[in-house]
């Protein structure tokens, strides 16, 4: 999946840069102070040192940026990061010169810090593992033919098995977060449209509308932009209820709702008022073209055929504008009279400051002034 293999790289890209930096400094001053001059080890240190800062820097790079498209390039540089450490580490695993030997600090540390801080896919993180283990068994008696090999060989496997085993249960908990994670991502996303959406007709609720109809009031305050409000009531909408009951109300709220939204465009807002009133912010519109657009979409309510076919369901509309009204309570008190005007003009009509309308072909909510 798309979004864990960048949320999996954003995540080892992060601890890659931190580790990183950390040893640029740390294997930088041990090549300075530490190791002899001149000596392997002091050369295993400062290009370990040059090629952290290298990481660092590439890392960086990818910090921040939430767009990111995985792909092999992405998915190299983070892997490619343990296998460096674990080839320094085999490094300094096959060239320490002791009476004693025994398996490296290092060795160990690099070997557990990939299965407990990188995350990876299984087969990456098998075929990690496998490489590290087979390539300590075979380097190790070219360069110490000296030991005993049978003895570290059960060691190598069995500290490599172990760090598998770590990194796979690592990977597992790490995915299982992600999908707890998206769980709640999508309970909160599904709660959030719950506050804002009316539970019946799925359109926006009163709560939703005043907020929507207050961001545009005041944008278009502060850019002296023209918008319409349309408000709208079925017509009658009690004598449904009463004569066919409420569960056909509630399906002719539901279609009346899919003819809104059918018929809007994608920058209006329509909502759930109250009841059977219903609000439409027509954003960039001025009221000649809103009042074209209420009475086609009267017409639409007039013309449809609900399910129940015995019903015969209009609306009447009330349009404003906001270059009519000094506030957005003066605006709504405007659209909410226009629409008594509708009601007490006959019902299946459009009211506006400028007169009433019925089959008023104007331009369209497309052009805004």
């Given at each position: ?8 790289f ?16 740390e ?36 910090l ?26 085999l ?12 398996i490296p600090?290092?060795y160990?540390?690099v ?18 593992y ?5 390539s ?6 070219q360069?110490h ?5 049978s003895?570290?060989r ?49 359109l926006y ?7 929507v ?13 023209d ?46 008022w ?24 009267r ?14 369901i ?15 309570f ?17 019902r ?21 002034q």
């Open positions: 999946m798309a979004e864990f293999r960048l949320y999996r954003k995540s080892n890209n992060l601890k890659l840069c931190i580790l990183a930096t950390v040893l640029f400094v294997q930088l001053l041990l090549g300075i102070f530490i190791a002899e001059p001149s000596s392997t080890l002091q050369s295993i240190y400062l290009g370990t040192s040059a090629f952290m800062a290298l990481f660092a820097v590439f890392g960086l790079k990818f921040g940026k939430n767009s990111l498209k995985i792909n092999g390039w992405h998915e190299l540089f983070q892997f490619s990061f343990p296998f460096f450490g674990m080839a320094v580490a490094g300094r695993f096959l060239t320490v010169d002791n009476m004693v030997f025994t600090t290092v160990i540390a070997l557990y810090g990939a299965a407990v801080i990188f995350l990876f896919d299984s087969w990456q993180c098998i075929f990690f496998s490489a590290v283990t087979v300590a068994i075979v380097l190790l008696p360069f033919p000296e030991i005993i090999m003895n570290y059960a060691d190598i496997i069995t500290n490599g098995i172990i760090a598998l085993t770590v990194m796979l249960m690592t990977r597992t908990r790490y995915i299982s977060s992600f999908i707890d994670k998206k769980h709640i991502e999508i309970i909160n996303q599904e709660l959030r449209e719950q506050t804002i959406r009316d539970g019946l007709t799925g609720n009163r709560r939703k509308l005043d907020e109809f207050g961001e545009v009031c005041m944008k278009a305050a502060r850019y002296e932009n918008f319409s409000v349309i408000m709208i009531d079925l017509d009658h909408f009690k004598s449904v209820n009463d004569n066919y009951g409420h569960h056909v109300g509630d399906t002719v709220l539901v279609e009346f709702s899919r003819i809104l939204e059918n018929n809007i465009r994608d920058v209006d807002v329509c909502g759930r109250g009841g059977e009133e219903f609000l439409i912010i027509c954003q960039e519109t001025v009221l000649e073209s809103a009042i074209g657009f209420a009475d086609r979409l017409q639409s309510i007039e013309a449809h055929s609900f399910s129940n076919s015995s019903l015969s209009t609306a009447s509309f009330g349009v404003a504008s906001w270059s009519c009204c000094s506030d957005e003066e605006l709504l008190n405007e659209v909410d009279s226009r629409l008594y005007d509708a009601k007490a003009a006959g299946n009509i459009v009211c506006a400051s400028t007169g009433c309308f019925r089959n008023r072909f104007t331009q369209s909510t497309d052009e805004a």
